[in-house]
């Protein structure tokens, strides 16, 4: 860092905002990478085939593992807050997303209002031989002669963190979203595929903590006390008070960090509401009219595909499984014209839908699949919903730890063309670990929402009272949103 005078107000209070939003986004993002702690080329997400992983685990060979099983526990003295809360990570991910972007936007239309731009765009193309030059002194213990106000390997950096670090981040990250990617399916190819996006996500959050080490090591050892007055204070003649109030802004994220981690762990569907506050608007504004578009050939369909949440093993189910599905009825009731009971072979007289479409499971894994069922708009023109039904149950055989699984979905969601109960997973009735018989496919939403082994379906006004009232099963006990387009 090297001198200059008249740090304006706005850049000193963006690089404040930036550095808390920056820690709880980095934080964050670790508690979701130790949901699914492997990271992978490749969308199929193949277990074996990940270049790098944060876990010793390995899944058993001799019966059926699911995906929550490869789940870490995180230190809270990393993640945010730890200790295997992924909702909760996300939600604080998607909260500090809003707020940073926000102070992104705000700093750059400041930064091209006035001239202050002129600091890190370079100008010359002499910037990129000089920069490698800077680079040669400070690798050999030397300090660069100053520029104006930074050298030219300086200029380069916060140039490539500030326009293209940080766009990067918004764009790898945007490619990690069902609703995204199911809308605008050539969107995530652009970075071939989700699984990809997610990678070089995690190499730019890598790439984030190396600046920001490096950026507070030139700090500290090259003219500390005029870099810090500039930052805190604006001007260089201070620096007591600029050290004074330095200590204190460091003290204030540490609390915030301290505070927010504590508070999540303690009073987790406190904070989850509270953070809505934010994010559901905002989900509102990207994702209302999510529809899907997904398509992919045969040829990309997953040779594996993860399961989540163990097949039902209550006499009723058994007995089914026993039957061979023959006793089998989809109950179809609530806030309807007519109530429907469906067998199997009622399913497959119906109209068929196939597509071949990408899974995106919470934890973050993917899988391609060829899927076969009954579009849910079939089903709506049968039963006809009342002018009330807003919503729909859909109730599971399965139960985990005593509770009913079921998930609520808007209706609108169901509607949506490619929405089906499926009974076939490529070209083959559903097998048990992935839903037998009978599973739904939403193709915007992430995978906890597409409930398995489907016991029956209500259409209702409000789902408050049923269950904990969250919206569903992962909602009222593990704090994910009911809103599950990213
Ligand atoms: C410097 C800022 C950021 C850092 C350090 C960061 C870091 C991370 C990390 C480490 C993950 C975990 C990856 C995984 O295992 O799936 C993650 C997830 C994610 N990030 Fe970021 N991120 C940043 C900004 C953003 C922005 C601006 C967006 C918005 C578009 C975004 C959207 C996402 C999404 C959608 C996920 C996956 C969430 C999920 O599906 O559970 N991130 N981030």
Redesign the pocket.
Known sequence: MTGFDNFPFWLRFAHFINII??TL??R??????????K?YWNDHAKPGTEWIKFTKKKMPEDRLWISLEEEESFSSWIALPGRKN?GL??HW??F??IF??ANGAAYYLLLFTSDEWQHLVPTTLSTVPDAFHDAILYASFHFPPPGHPYNAIQQLTYFVVVFI??PF??????????AIDARFPKYPRIFRGRQVA?SL??L??IA??LFIIIHLTMVISERFSENMGNIVLGHTTSFGVAAGLFTLIVLFVIIVHIWVTGISLRKPRRIQNSLDLAIVPAKWLLFRKATSKQQFTKSKVSSFFRVNGYPPDTNEYKNLLENKFNTYKLKIFGLVQRQLELSLSDLHAMSKQEQITEH?C???WTAIGGWAGVPMQYIISLCTPLPDARYVVFRSFQYTNGDEFYEVLDLEIVKHQQTILAYELNGEPLDIGHGAPLRLRAETQ?GYKMVKWIRSIEFVYDYKNIGMGQGGHREDHMYYSPRAG?
């Open positions: 939003f920056i986004l980095i964050s993002g670790i508690e979701i990478l130790s949901a699914l702690p990271l992924l990570g996300r991910h998607f500090s997303i940073w972007i670090l940080g981040m918004i764009a790898t990250g945007a490619a990690m979203s069902p997610r996500h995690f730019g959050m984030f903590v995106y919470i934890q973050g992430l990213i």
